[in-house]
């Protein structure tokens, strides 16, 4: 596989594991996925927003009582998803 970052690392069909064990899958450029669960311990629902932006790499927002966090495979990556996380 190429470098992170460089065109043709492509990152479709593979898949990232959260720090709570949730399994998200990459899917092709462009691409937004989006995943919830409950908590039952906190009664709370976290969701989760992957996006493959392509050279870039990826960039999940995790999302818990309105509180949002994301980390990516770039600075860029990370920059993308908050643009469009101000679209919404």
């Known amino acids: 596989m ?3 970052g460089e065109p043709g690392c492509d990152l479709e069909n593979s898949s990232i594991i959260t720090k709570d064990g949730m399994k998200l899958d990459i899917g092709p450029v462009a691409s937004v996925g989006v995943s919830s669960a409950c908590c039952s311990a906190q009664n709370s629902e976290v969701s989760y927003l992957l996006v493959n932006w392509g ?11 309105r509180k949002a966090e994301t980390w990516g495979s770039s600075r ?4 993308l998803q ?3 996380r101000a679209l919404r």
């Open 76 to 79: 860029q990556a990370i920059e």
């Open 2 to 4: 190429a470098q992170l």
């Open 82 to 84: 908050a643009q469009q």
């Open 55 to 65: 050279v870039p790499g990826i960039a999940v927002t995790r999302t818990e009582n």
